[in-house]
């Protein structure tokens, strides 16, 4: 069996919570992306990464049915993990910083994958919603073939403070029914209200995010290693 770390991102005030991720370290002993692909699935996180050059923070990303050029809980983690200044992605490189209880990546919001933003009234209307069925039409607008798409549900808790409730359908017919904290979601609804964002997301996890000067977007959050 393949050696690999499992971490969890985005955790909470008091270290739980958080979407955990698989990390294999010596990307090498598994070069092939069929193989890698074949791992992410068996393993079933909702990323799994690659790491093929530890000192340079080269990383590929996987999903268990999909190769990402980029995602935010597997930079947030890895690049907590290797202590590298920046992470080289297929979509681009990565900054990397380190403060106090948080682990920080700097990306562009057009590296994210393409999800649906869909705002609530409240806070109380996010929470109630309804895991949606793949080919299941629902309050959530989905269509009826399956391909529902990712769709990430958001309502103010407090709009003037910036905290944000939220939650994460990726509609992938990957298992992952819903995603605890989702990064790249986090990046683009940055991008789209242009402001920094406290938001809890899933169960209880906690991403921080900050638009930076042009066109970047700062996410951040604690990590911790689960074993």
């Given at each position: ?14 270290g739980g919570y958080g979407n955990e991720l698989g990390v294999v370290r010596e990307g090498s002993v598994m070069p092939d992306r069929e ?113 529902w798409g990712r769709i990430y549900a958001w309502a103010w808790e407090d709009e003037a403070a910036g905290r944000v409730r939220a939650r994460a359908f990726p509609g992938r017919g990957d298992g992952i029914e819903e ?49």
């Amino acid at each position: 069996m393949t050696d690999y770390d499992v971490l969890r991102v985005f955790c909470g005030p008091g270290g739980g919570y958080g979407n955990e991720l698989g990390v294999v370290r010596e990307g090498s002993v598994m070069p092939d992306r069929e193989e890698r692909q074949a791992f992410a699935a068996k393993l079933g996180f909702s990323e799994t990464v690659f790491v093929d050059d530890p000192e340079r923070g080269v990383v590929d990303i996987y999903t268990p049915t999909l190769r990402l050029p980029f995602a935010g809980h597997p930079c947030v983690g890895v690049g907590w993990l290797l202590d590298v200044p920046e992470l080289v992605t297929p979509a681009g490189v990565v900054g990397v910083r380190l403060d106090g209880e948080f682990s920080w990546i700097e990306a562009r919001a057009e590296w994210a994958p393409a999800r649906t933003l869909r705002r609530y009234g409240s806070a109380a209307e996010v929470d109630a919603l309804a895991v949606p069925a793949p080919g299941e039409r629902s309050e959530m607008g989905v269509p009826p073939d399956g391909v529902w798409g990712r769709i990430y549900a958001w309502a103010w808790e407090d709009e003037a403070a910036g905290r944000v409730r939220a939650r994460a359908f990726p509609g992938r017919g990957d298992g992952i029914e819903e995603d605890e904290a989702t990064g790249a979601a986090a990046l683009l609804l940055t991008q789209q209200l242009g402001r920094a964002l406290n938001i809890v997301q899933g169960v209880g996890s906690q991403i921080l995010t900050a638009p930076q000067p042009g066109g970047w977007v700062e996410v951040g959050g604690r990590v911790r290693l689960e074993r």
